[in-house]
């Protein structure tokens, strides 16, 4: 990242990414000069984290429940309405998932532990996170194959039965799922949610994401269609500057992001859109190195989560692999704090114990 500085196409984005991106270094740092922890100590750790996140899932639904009786408005449940547009609600989806994952393994459960679990679980299904809500299923079925004992499976085969009907009959969840199915079965199909007194809008379907030279500005793109097509023009971008090998410098997308959205004529407020994926985020930003190196950081993260066989561990690898297909989750700040902390905690040595001899 500071090495971007000499190749950089905006020194201005770049150095105040360098500032942002500081935790990269200091985090590693103090775990660095940090005695190694115990198995316990982490376990700890992760305790008081699942804790705050079942009292912030508490806060978040007291907050929709009072929102929902002043305004009779229940989209105040769903998505980022629940947790506003900055917090951003994928990103609580992952927050909320390491913390349900925890406390769905934990040995013994109290009255209180079981309360936690139903309340992030409810969180969790109202953000209405397409990639988090699918990845969650999946590591919900390797937890009751694999960890839980046999006793308390059944429970969690209702919870998972329960994701899955909500997807298919709520309302709210269902429409962001449909929306992504019936934009791809043919072009042109007018989005009635987005269309109003200003005319209509219309999904742009995957093919044309990628294929299309010329939109609409009441083309709309919904989450999948949208990838695609950053996925285009980063394609675009690098082969015409031949940047492969350096990336265009950290953070410093943006002007050509714009180009490409005056290009092929789409609505200005995609001016505001990054990559929306990670791999091709840092791809762009430092190039092939970056890439080779982002790719590295998480394949240790997998390995060892797989070595020590600790399913919180290996949740948090997963959903960091996935999530980074559909965001750009390292050009934030508290992404960045968020991945590099957990993935040092998880990561780094253990103390050893020294057996006492009488």
């Not at 290996?314 to 700040?333: D, K, P």
């Amino acid at each position: 990242m500071v090495l971007s500085l000499t190749w950089t196409i905006d020194t201005k984005l770049t150095t105040s990414a360098l500032l942002k991106g500081l935790s990269f270094l200091l985090i590693p740092f103090c775990f660095f000069l940090n005695p190694p922890l115990s198995e316990e100590n982490k376990d700890s750790i992760i305790k008081y984290y699942s804790y705050a996140f079942f009292g912030y899932s508490i806060f978040y639904l007291i907050k929709a429940s009072i929102r929902f009786l002043i305004t009779n408005d229940s989209s105040v449940f769903f998505y980022h309405e629940l947790v506003t547009f900055d917090v951003n609600a994928i990103h609580v989806s992952v927050y909320i998932a390491i913390a349900f994952f925890w406390f769905l393994n934990k040995k013994i459960k109290t009255n209180l532990d079981k309360i936690a679990l139903i309340a992030l679980f409810i969180l969790l299904f109202l953000l209405s996170s397409k990639n988090i809500i699918i990845v969650f299923l999946l590591l919900l079925g390797l937890s009751i194959l694999f960890v839980l004992k046999l006793k308390t499976r059944r429970l969690y085969v209702v919870l998972g039965v329960g994701i899955v009907l909500g997807i298919v009959f709520f309302g709210k969840i269902k429409d962001r799922f449909l929306i992504e199915i019936e934009s791809n079965q043919a072009s042109g199909k007018i989005n009635s949610e987005i269309s109003g007194q200003t005319g209509l809008v219309y999904n742009v379907s995957i093919k044309e994401a990628w294929t299309k030279d010329q939109f609409q500005p009441n083309d709309y793109f919904p989450g999948t269609a949208l990838r695609v097509y950053q996925t285009r023009i980063f394609a675009e971008i690098i082969r015409e500057d031949n940047r492969i090998l350096t990336g265009y410098g950290i953070n410093a997308t943006d002007a050509k992001i714009k180009q490409k959205r005056i290009q092929h004529n789409l609505y200005h407020e995609y001016d505001k859109f990054n990559f929306h994926n990670q791999y091709i985020q840092i791809f762009a930003e430092l190039g092939v190195v970056g890439f080779v190196l982002l790719v590295l950081i998480l394949w240790i993260n997998l390995k060892n989560a797989i070595k020590t066989k600790h399913f919180v561990h290996f949740s948090f690898a997963i959903l960091m692999i996935s999530l980074f297909l559909t965001e750009s989750f390292l050009s934030r700040q508290r992404g960045i704090v968020f991945f590099i902390l957990l993935f040092c905690l998880f990561n780094s040595k253990t103390e050893k114990k020294i057996a006492i001899k009488e």
